[in-house]
């Protein structure tokens, strides 16, 4: 059965490019990225790594550790970093994991064998303090990701869990949010004493509010 929202992420040992890191203890209590690259020295995942290192300050900002995995070894790793400098401005200053015996991608469920055999899915999971999976995606081998939309979904992760609000479609840090079903309007006027409106009684629209 497929990793889903909730579950423990599964624990490892790996190589990377930043030495040997045991997963949970790595984590240690910080937010996480971890996501899968279909092979080295392809041309998508080379921009997709350029675009993350470029991201790293965001990353940062929001106390998430970014780690990347591709089933290659620990020279190719090197060899591509400076190949992903040279060509998009950035060389990944995260681990890259070296999983050529695909222990990691097993675990985590990355090879999706009716796509391919051979090469891991883009996948990506958000993994909260609590080492609990946040979100999963999946994208094939010919589709890039948008890690401009992670940043966003750390963003409603980390506000939804720290107040009872969620956020609506296409929601960006800043704009209003809404105040879950499970609040009352009791308790609702309380924790949001500047009040909000209600186009709808299920339907509550606040500011969001300061973390
Ligand atoms: C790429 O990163 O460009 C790529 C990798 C595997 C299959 C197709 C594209």
């Known amino acids: ?13 790996a190589q990377t490019t930043q030495g040997t890191i045991h997963f949970h ?4 209590g910080s937010w996480c990225v971890l996501f899968s690259h279909p092979k080295n020295f392809t041309p998508v995942c080379t921009t997709e790594l350029g675009y993350t290192a470029k991201l790293t300050s965001e990353f940062d900002e929001r106390g998430v550790k970014v780690i990347a995995l591709s089933c290659d070894s620990l020279e190719a790793h090197d060899s591509w970093s400076r190949d992903i400098e040279e060509t998009q401005g950035y060389a990944p200053d995260f ?23 051979t090469v891991t899915v883009r996948s990506v999971f958000v993994i909260g303090p609590d080492k609990k999976i946040k979100l999963t995606l999946n994208y094939p081998a010919s589709t890039g990701r948008n890690f401009d939309e992670i940043l966003r979904v750390i963003d409603s992760l980390q506000l939804t ?15 209003d949010v809404i105040i879950v079903p499970a609040v009352a309007d009791e308790a609702a006027r309380t924790r949001f004493p500047g009040g909000w409106k209600a186009p709808k009684p299920y339907l509550r629209i606040v500011a969001q509010p300061e973390s």
Do not use: C
């Open 95 to 117: 681990p890259l994991i070296a999983d050529h015996d695909r222990k990691v991608a097993t675990l985590y469920g990355m090879i999706h064998p009716n796509a391919s055999d």
């Open 1 to 13: 059965m497929s990793l889903q929202l909730g579950d423990t992420a599964p624990d490892f040992t």
């Open 25 to 28: 203890k790595w984590i240690e």
């Open 161 to 175: 869990s720290k107040f009872q609000v969620a956020t609506p479609v296409n929601w960006k840090k800043g704009e």
